[in-house]
């Protein structure tokens, strides 16, 4: 069998399971296998062999039974970095890519500013920001130890673990500033909505990561404390939240509030700047 009619037999295997972009993924899971990128499989006729197809088949089941594709592949790209993934923390996301940029643009006039990551997960906001920025240096906090482990894992593997120090502790426990940023994306999917969600993000991907109800309200009036004078906070909302957040941030006394659209068009991140 050549690569591109594995990618063939694998999509159609997919798109059965009700896999959402079964090409794509496809492409993504032979390319693994080969070591070849999705435009080197349509110029190969190389055949795969037995060990290539053994290896093909069991990550067609993981993906056939809706493990995220890149909880599959064991590694995701975000921005300008590859990080490692797996169940310990989300998935990295476009629209978290957003509030990367949010954070850049208010750090770039800075040599050397302090930042807060709340809720790291898989490090990739804290790790992106550092590697973006080479003058930050990123305190950045979980309380899951799962979550920090992969986070300490994607620091030594993006070799930015000298400019990121990673905490264990529950939101801003323990955590003192000044900060010039604040930065976080909580669990913002209401309980209600949590049934519905995809199969990818309700079996696999950790519950308590995803659900939260107002968990950026706290965030919010902490940051507030440790943000220098004239510091921002960035936070990832929910889609339609970003209006509540907004006045939520207002409310808490903080200025020039903006929400800035994701690569949909939908307001995603909101942001505002302390006193």
Do not use: K
Not at 21 to 37: K, Q
Not at 45 to 74: H, K, M, N
Not at 221 to 250: S, Y
């Amino acid at each position: 069998m050549t690569p591109l009619q594995a990618v063939r037999e694998v999509a159609r295997e997919l798109g059965e399971a009700g896999v959402p972009s079964p090409r794509v993924d496809a492409e993504h899971l032979v390319g693994h296998v080969l070591g070849l990128t999705r435009s080197q499989l349509y110029a190969s006729d190389a055949a795969l062999g037995q060990d290539d197809s053994g290896r093909l088949r069991a990550l067609v089941e993981r993906r056939r039974a809706r493990e995220p594709l890149a909880y599959v592949l064991g590694e995701w790209g975000f921005r300008r970095l590859t990080l490692a993934v797996d169940g310990r923390a989300l998935v990295p996301r476009p629209e978290t890519e957003v509030v990367v940029e949010r954070c850049l643009a208010h750090v770039a006039g800075l040599e050397a500013p302090r930042v807060l990551d709340v809720g790291v997960g898989s490090g990739a906001i804290a790790l992106a920001i550092a590697d973006e920025h080479p003058g930050a240096s990123v305190v950045a906090v979980d309380r899951s130890e799962g979550a920090l482990a992969l986070a300490r894992e994607n620091a030594a593997r993006t070799r930015l673990e000298e400019r990121v120090t990673l905490r264990h502790g529950r939101l801003l426990d323990g955590v003192a500033g000044p900060f010039d940023l604040v930065v976080s994306n909580p669990p913002y999917v209401p309980a209600a909505d949590y049934e519905s969600l995809q199969p990818e993000i309700r079996l696999f991907e950790p519950r308590e990561a995803v659900v939260g109800d107002g968990v950026w309200e706290p965030i919010a009036a902490r940051a507030a404390g440790v943000l220098a004078p004239g510091g921002r906070l960035v936070l990832e909302c929910g889609d339609g939240q970003a209006d509540g957040v907004a006045a939520g941030l207002r409310a808490l006394g903080y200025e020039d509030v903006v929400a800035t659209p994701d690569l949909a068009g939908r307001p995603r991140v909101v942001d505002g700047r302390r006193r």
